[in-house]
């Protein structure tokens, strides 16, 4: 959003982080503009004037929280040794951040015609990504070649879709379809130098979780 003052652009930002937090925790439906004013103790004026209704303040704020993701993805690949460590690591993070995301959630933003647009365009960005990191992890031999990688995405993407479709994160949880539909494609892509590797990662990943839960 343009116009702002550095002062607004802070005050939207707050207020972005805060609703995002409530729509994700507590479900679309439970949570009012009102409560989130209450919430910021700010007038409902003003967050009216900044967002408009509820729906454009979901819209902004998964927009912010897109772009943090996105923001986040790219420091992790930049420190990581390989694409397929930064593949494990990435995988890591989101999957800690699903475990604040209520089924809910993900049941009611599918009822906005706004909302699945954006993740339509959100699919449409990973994919790119995706055949990026495809490229690499092949230059690297890390994946074998005598696959159509063209072919996989799209059976990735319709897993995903059907997933959403389906609800089965109501049933298994998020964090479990997330693991159990990730690793298993990963893995199968993998040549022997790229299962050792991708290992290897994992390996790191619970061992830093192990220790942060002993502390």
């Known amino acids: 959003m343009t116009g ?4 607004q652009e802070e005050q939207r930002i ?3 982080r805060y609703a995002m937090n409530e729509f994700t925790t507590k ?15 700010m007038s409902k004026r003003t967050l009216y004037e900044l967002f408009g ?3 454009n303040l979901l819209i902004e704020a998964l927009r912010f929280r897109s772009q943090q993701v996105r923001e986040e993805v790219i420091a992790i690949t930049q420190k ?3 694409p397929l460590e930064a593949y494990v690591r990435i995988f890591n993070y989101k999957l800690d951040d699903l475990h604040t995301v209520n089924p809910v959630f993900l049941s009611e933003a599918q009822r906005y015609e706004s909302v699945k647009k954006m993740f339509d365009e959100e699919t449409e960005r990973r994919s790119q990504y995706a055949m990026q990191f495809v490229n690499a992890c092949r230059e690297a031999g890390l994946f074998r070649s005598d696959v159509n990688y063209a072919l996989m995405l799209r059976v990735f993407d ?3 879709h059907a997933i959403m479709k389906e609800e089965l994160y109501r049933e298994f949880g998020l964090t479990d379809i997330m693991h159990t539909v990730n690793i298993t494609y990963i893995r199968g892509l993998c040549t022997p130098e790229g299962i050792t590797v991708l290992d290897e ?3 790191r990943i619970n061992k830093k979780k192990r220790s942060r ?3």
């Open 158 to 160: 319709i897993t995903g």
């Open 14 to 16: 707050r207020i972005l």
């Open 53 to 55: 209704d509820k729906e």
């Open 213 to 215: 839960k002993n502390n």
């Open 80 to 82: 990581s040794a390989n």
């Open 201 to 203: 990662a994992l390996q």
């Open 4 to 7: 702002l003052s550095k002062c």
């Open 27 to 41: 479900g679309i439906r439970h949570v009012k503009m009102d409560d989130v004013a209450a919430g910021l103790v």
